[in-house]
């Protein structure tokens, strides 16, 4: 039986750094599930494994892609499902490590194939949001899909827009597309969720943006200014700097509002990784009761 381990958490928790340890204590590889690490333009405002990380463990899925392409959670599982036989014949656990929950579901549970949007109508809902805020969201999605109005996180734009986008591109609600059918995998996950307490958890977030303030997000995000409407972009790190270029903010005020986006988009996938009560929780350090813990599994089955 071959073992996919999954190593998520919140942002700043230190995913990297304990994945790399239990994947050296078996002697495997890591595919990485964070879907911003996998733009070749940008490793230092997604945290993405150094080289020399990379060297210590091989990691696969990190800057394979350019930012202009096109990529989504079903492009992804495909991808993993189809590359992960081939780690499977040098060892039957393998390692995945990010914090995009939605990525890691498609891999682990299956994603239905959602068309993609035609860029036209993607910049119709945008403007709709920058224009008319949430609640025109909230009133297009209730006539279009009301049986998803009545389930989707009403405070998240995010979500309002992916539905409201795939309503205009099929014709269709959004529910009648969105199956959630569970698929057959020929692996077991076994998820694994890092915390620690808030106050640590948020020192850390301040100490990694300073960081990477050090190591030259600044200019990183200059260059990709031109493609700041591309959905890769708008993201914690970037979009706030773009806000400064731009001469909205100040640059003091784009690094603390990175800071403050950044913790609640750690809080944001806290709530995601909860929803789901098959992750065992630990703290990052303690990659000797979390190998334990995947022997144990890995005998259960």
């Not at 992804?76 to 995009?100: E, H, T």
Request: charge should be positive; hydrophobic fraction near 35%; proline fraction near 5%.
């Amino acid at each position: 039986m071959n073992f996919l381990v999954v190593i998520t958490g919140p942002t700043g928790v230190g995913k990297t750094k304990t994945a790399i340890e239990i994947a050296q204590h078996f002697s495997t590889e890591i595919i990485s599930s964070d879907s911003r690490q996998f733009y070749k333009e940008i490793p230092i405002g997604t945290a993405a494994p150094t080289p020399y990380e990379q060297k210590q463990v091989p990691h696969h899925f990190v800057g394979h892609l350019s930012i202009q392409d096109t990529y989504n959670a079903y492009s992804f599982q495909n991808d993993v499902i189809q590359y992960i036989p081939s780690l499977f014949k040098k060892n039957n656990i393998v390692i995945m490590c990010g914090g995009s929950g939605m990525y890691i579901d498609a891999v682990c549970k299956g994603i239905d194939n959602i068309p993609d949007i035609e860029p036209e109508i993607r910049q119709k809902v945008i403007e709709q949001h920058q224009n008319e805020g949430i609640a025109s969201l909230r009133t297009t999605l209730k006539k279009l899909d009301p049986d998803y109005y009545a389930i989707v996180d009403l405070k998240n734009p995010a979500r309002l827009m992916r539905a409201i986008e795939v309503c205009f591109q099929t014709g269709k609600p959004y529910t009648s597309v969105r199956k959630n059918t569970q698929q057959k995998r020929d692996f077991v996950c076994i998820p694994i969720a890092l915390s620690m307490p808030r106050n640590e958890l948020y020192t850390n977030i301040h100490t990694r943006t300073d960081k990477m303030i050090a190591q030259g997000l600044e200019d990183e995000a200059r260059a990709m200014l031109p493609y700041k409407n591309h959905t890769a972009l708008k993201t914690v790190g970037y979009k706030e700097f773009f806000a400064y270029f731009e001469g909205k903010t100040s640059r003091n005020f784009a690094i603390e509002k990175i800071k403050q986006n950044s913790r609640n988009y750690a809080k944001r996938q806290i709530s995601w990784i909860k929803r789901n009560d098959e992750y065992a929780w630990f703290l990052p350090q303690e990659t000797a009761s979390i190998i334990s813990h995947i022997t144990a599994r890995s005998k259960e089955v």
